[in-house]
């Protein structure tokens, strides 16, 4: 059985964080009720079409799922494991932010099945986290995190942020050090971007561009210290144990995140909620951002379906009548059909050979492994050097990236650069 991933998308928060640009925002009980069924409904309307798949993580993402009662998250757990089949090992993510976890809520979603605790700290300092708009601090992490760990939570990440406006190298070392003491098996370092649309946005814009530039920010900390921010990040973690598997993700042995590295390494995916996307057999499709249209949308049954088993090749164009009143499962290839997907409100793109090669190595080369000379062949039948000859010279001769055992993978200076290196496979 080909293998899938499943994401989740709970779009509801306590208050939107100043920095977040995510689809997300406060709703009333009744509002996440009605999205909970429909969501359901939506697992019930698509899981029949993917019966020649098996689920081999599932990722409840947000805004804040765990806004949600545990019952209500357990509910939606139960509706997945009915209509899709689950390997007995899938690893089944929820992110939680500290102060939305009570002990109950925590044993509710370990005794349903949830085996891995994502939660978003983002700084151990509570005059940062006030500033991000956060709705704990540091003591009610800590409590959220014992009360995890106490219903039984054996995978458990913490994210944290760097490079905010006024943090200092020693506060990010503080933040690092206080973490890794609590020794969780995983843990995501990003620095702050300046998300356009953001109240960050409209404070701080102007010492973004000043920084970028090489000046002196006001309020940002300067370009050497977010350097300085970054390099401590990995050797700190690594002298306590947490090796580098992607360039903002750092685990324990054997607890990098498998679902996370699905999407590097462009696994089928298929993402259920408001403004969820999905990449199926060469397809992108996404549902509507506008919560009204959402609620509105009705699921009809599998016999009469979005998706078609149509073996036809991903540059022809796409069936667009309906399946007729027989459930349809894939065999050969899904196919999303175009007068559906409209009815539907979802987006939908069929990727070309170049946008696909295009993907494999920029989302390839986030992992420290790095993309594999033999894979690429295997997947577009030309060689790697056939496409990108040029280009992997031309970054080899500039130290930015290395081969070793038919991977191709960044050199430390590669991954300073990420974003200039990346760039140089768009064809």
Sequence with gaps: MKELELYFHIPFCERK????????????????ISYIKKLQEEIAYYGPQFKEYQVSSIFFGGGTPTILEGYQLAAILETVKKYFHLVADAEITVECNPGTLTAG??????????????????????????????IHNFAQFLESYDLARKAGFENINVDLMSA??????KSWQNTLQKVTALRPEHISAYS??????????????????????????????????????YELTEAFLHTKGYERYEISNYAKPGYECRHNCGYWIRKDYLGL????????????FQNTSNLKEYLEQEYISADQTCLN????????????????NETVLPKKKIVLQQECCREHHIH?????????????????????????????????????????G??????????????????????????????YVLAEFLL
């Design 17 to 32: 964080c100043a920095y977040c640009d995510f689809l997300s925002a406060p709703a009333d009980p009744p509002v996440r």
């Design 390 to 419: 040029e280009v992997l010279r031309k970054l080899k001769s500039e130290q930015l990236i290395e081969e070793m055992a038919g991977y191709v993978r960044l050199t430390e200076h590669g991954i300073d650069v990420s974003n």
């Design 309 to 324: 088993q149509k073996g036809m090749d991903e540059q022809n164009e796409l069936d667009c009548r309906l399946s007729g």
């Design 105 to 134: 809520k925590a044993e509710k979603l370990v005794q349903a099945g949830f085996n891995r605790l994502s939660m978003g700290l983002q700084s151990a300092d509570d005059r940062e986290l006030q500033l991000l708009g956060r």
């Design 348 to 388: 939908i793109e069929t990727l070309d050979k170049k946008s696909e090669m295009e993907e494999f190595m920029f989302l390839g080369l986030r992992l420290m492994a790095g993309i594999s000379r033999q894979q690429f062949e295997t997947t577009f039948q030309v060689t790697l050097d056939s496409v990108y």
């Design 164 to 169: 905010l406006p006024g943090q200092t190298l």
């Design 273 to 284: 909620g408001l403004g969820a996307s999905s990449l199926v057999e060469h397809q992108r």
């Design 192 to 229: 702050l971007i300046i998300e356009e649309g953001t109240p960050f946005y409209e404070r701080f814009a102007e010492d973004e561009q000043i920084r970028e530039e090489g000046g002196h920010p006001r309020l940002l900390p300067e370009e050497d210290v977010e350097r300085q921010m």
